[in-house]
């Protein structure tokens, strides 16, 4: 079974530039979870979809990150403008429907360099 | 509010030593998962446990409720270990809240 995918997997932008990442979840998964990672720290949740609705988007900076996942499957997150305090490993993560969302599968992840 | 502590922060054994990672948790949240990510960023799940001990090759996960603690043990540990080791909590919204990693070096 493939696990999830990410692409790219490294980035380098400067500051005020845009930047999209995107996420291929483990097919039949209708649960999907964008995290960022600083360094030194623990992953913290950015949104969470199921299917193509957004379930939790409190931690979200909406002036600057937006993400979506149309039909359901494959989703983007944006960065526009990127700031320096960006900079971290964007991990996308996925879980499949009726199970507790704990049990989830995470893709290799993005690391974001903004300079 | 519900949290994830761990310790040590930094860990460096010398290959072969027995180790353990420790976590605590706060009321609320359901199960532990026990997760391992490499340099480049990647995650792997290692565990989920919500009672006992389970093992897997030369890892073991024992959680206790009533204390609300659980470990994390490495037995005949090998430089291939090296990883930051993250303790997760199934929140009470069905979420994931992170501990803030274990750096684990094992020395040849």
């Known amino acids: 079974e493939a696990g999830v995918a990410q692409s790219p997997r490294y980035k380098i932008i400067e500051k005020r530039q845009s930047v999209a990442f995107w996420c291929n979840p483990i097919?039949?998964?209708?649960?999907l979870y964008w995290y960022q990672q600083i360094l030194g720290q623990g992953p913290k949740l950015l949104i969470q979809?199921?299917?193509?609705?957004?379930?939790?988007d409190s931690q979200l900076p909406k002036d600057r990150f937006s993400a979506e996942r149309l039909k359901g499957v494959d989703s983007t997150l944006k960065i526009q403008p990127a700031k320096l305090e960006d900079s971290a490993v964007y991990l996308c993560?996925?879980?499949?429907?009726?199970?507790?969302?704990?049990?989830?599968?995470f893709g290799p992840g993005t690391r974001l360099t903004v300079t | 509010k519900n949290e994830v502590e761990q310790s040590p922060q930094n860990l460096t054994a010398q290959e072969g030593e027995f180790i353990t990672i420790n976590c605590s948790y706060s009321?609320?949240?359901?199960?532990l998962h026990w997760l391992q990510q490499h340099p480049g960023g990647g995650i792997v799940s290692l565990f989920m446990?919500?009672?006992g001990k389970k093992k897997h090759g030369r890892l073991i996960a024992t959680i206790n409720i009533q204390e609300k603690h659980s470990s994390l043990h490495i037995t005949a540990s090998h430089p291939r270990d090296s990883a930051v080791y993250i303790c997760?909590?199934?929140?009470?919204?069905?979420?994931?809240?992170f501990g803030k990693g274990t750096k684990l070096s094992v020395k040849p």
């Open positions: 997760a909590g199934g929140g009470s919204q069905g979420n994931l809240i």
């Open positions: 446990l919500s009672s």
């Open positions: 009321v609320g949240i359901s199960a």
């Open positions: 097919s039949g998964h209708a649960t």
């Open positions: 979809f199921q299917n193509n609705g957004v379930v939790d």
């Open positions: 993560a996925s879980s499949p429907w009726g199970v507790r969302s704990y049990e989830q599968y």
